[in-house]
């Protein structure tokens, strides 16, 4: 009998092992969450309230993350710099995720701005902009097409492409 209750605590401590494991694991992964938006970025989306004007805000996020895919070289301004801080770093497939996420957050907020006010003027002129946006963009993803050599790399091109493409059929029902 004695053998058996000491089985049932191994097993018992054992799956509490487990858990813990599973449980550091998890905390360890959501803390090595990659922000799409650097700090600076996340600061404008915040302080810019009109749906217009935040819109801006994540063309010019998404602007940067293919300035530093297509010439990584590039310098900043100072005075550029100064305002949205210094240009994203990342590996390629970071920065096209990076992209990917923020359509992904501007397509949100435009539907949320049109769920709070469907006859708010600012909105049509957002979706221009962005669809506009997009559309440059998406050839300057295509031009990427190249310099990507491995299955991650080209994988993360393609989401982000995609991502691209519905941002250009609209967010509005």
Same mark, same amino acid.
């Given at each position: &009998?004695? &053998? !058996?209750?000491?089985?049932? @605590?191994?097993?018992?401590?054992?799956?509490?092992?487990?858990?813990?494991?599973? @449980?550091?694991?998890?905390?360890?992964?959501?803390?090595? !969450?990659?922000?799409?938006? /650097? %700090?600076?970025?996340?600061?404008?989306?915040? +302080?810019? *309230? @009109?749906?217009? =004007?935040?819109?801006?805000?994540?063309?010019?996020?998404?602007?940067?993350?293919?300035?530093?895919?297509?010439?990584?070289?590039?310098?900043? +301004? =100072? !005075?550029?710099?100064?305002?949205?801080?210094?240009?994203? =770093?990342? /590996?390629?497939?970071?920065?096209?995720?990076?992209? !990917?996420?923020?359509?992904?957050?501007? &397509? %949100?907020?435009?539907?949320?701005?049109? %769920?709070?006010?469907?006859?708010?003027?600012?909105?049509?002129?957002?979706? =221009?902009?962005?669809?506009?946006?997009?559309?440059? *963009?998406?050839? %300057?993803?295509?031009?990427?097409?190249? *310099? @990507?050599?491995?299955?991650? +790399? *080209?994988?993360?091109?393609?989401?982000? &492409?995609?991502?691209?493409?519905?941002?250009?059929?609209? /967010?509005?029902?």
């Amino acid at each position: &009998m004695p &053998m !058996k209750i000491l089985a049932h @605590l191994c097993t018992a401590r054992h799956a509490f092992t487990i858990a813990c494991l599973l @449980l550091f694991a998890c905390s360890v992964a959501q803390a090595q !969450k990659r922000d799409h938006l /650097t %700090e600076q970025e996340a600061d404008w989306v915040r +302080e810019m *309230q @009109l749906i217009d =004007k935040r819109i801006e805000v994540f063309i010019k996020a998404a602007d940067r993350r293919l300035l530093v895919l297509t010439k990584p070289d590039t310098v900043q +301004e =100072k !005075k550029e710099e100064e305002k949205w801080g210094p240009l994203p =770093k990342g /590996t390629k497939v970071e920065l096209l995720q990076d992209y !990917k996420h923020i359509l992904e957050e501007a &397509m %949100e907020k435009l539907d949320d701005a049109y %769920e709070r006010d469907k006859k708010n003027n600012l909105l049509p002129k957002a979706l =221009k902009k962005f669809k506009e946006a997009v559309e440059r *963009q998406i050839a %300057e993803l295509r031009s990427l097409s190249p *310099q @990507l050599k491995n299955k991650k +790399e *080209q994988d993360a091109l393609a989401e982000a &492409m995609e991502e691209a493409e519905t941002a250009t059929k609209g /967010t509005i029902q």
